[in-house]
């Protein structure tokens, strides 16, 4: 488990790690896909929520939300129309990277066993079943891994130029 101070408060926040909690929950519940689901969206949540909270308190005292205000604009109408569309980019930014590390999180839980289990096909499970082969027909373990890497880097790639796209404070011209 690992604590960092948070920036916003001042207090110590810790995290304990998915993969983890993760393999708890589905020798539990089973390695079933409601299972993986379920264990790694416990374990997913409170980033998503600080991250919210986190954008949230640093707009509610901007200066357009200020003007809001002394115009005469209601809490809701300031949330709706200011706030939540200002914290889009930062939420996504880090729900495509969230869905990187999600993707590697279930490959490690199909490598360990605790995956869908094998009539459907898995990319960690498929590559803990080429290691048998590893010596005679590498790319079996090696175009899964490969898959694994290459989705994740395009999701995070994705990920980063929808931020640039929706967060106004990155509308940079690059030469």
Not at 17 to 44: D, H, K, Y
Not at 104 to 118: D, E, K, T, V, W
Not at 126 to 134: A, C, R, T
Request: a neutral charge; aromatic letters at 6%; proline letters at 7%.
């Amino acid at each position: 488990m690992r604590c960092l101070p948070d920036a916003i408060d001042g207090h110590h926040a810790c995290f304990f790690p998915s993969i983890v909690l993760g393999i708890a929950i589905v020798g539990v519940v089973g390695p079933t896909p409601a299972g993986i689901i379920f264990s790694l969206s416990i374990s997913g949540w409170p980033k998503y929520a600080r991250m919210i909270r986190g954008s949230t308190l640093s707009l509610k005292n901007s200066g357009f939300v200020e003007a809001a205000r002394a115009l005469g604009a209601s809490e809701k109408y300031i949330l709706f129309h200011h706030i939540l569309p200002n914290s889009y980019g930062p939420i996504i930014e880090v729900a495509t990277l969230g869905l990187g590390s999600k993707i590697i999180a279930i490959s490690g839980l199909g490598f360990l066993g605790l995956g869908i289990q094998p009539p459907s096909p898995e990319l960690g499970t498929i590559l803990k079943d080429g290691l048998v082969y590893l010596q005679t027909a590498p790319m079996m373990s090696l175009s899964a891994g490969g898959m694994i890497m290459l989705f994740v880097l395009a999701v995070n790639l994705i990920g980063s130029e929808l931020r640039s796209i929706t967060d106004p404070r990155s509308n940079t011209i690059e030469l």
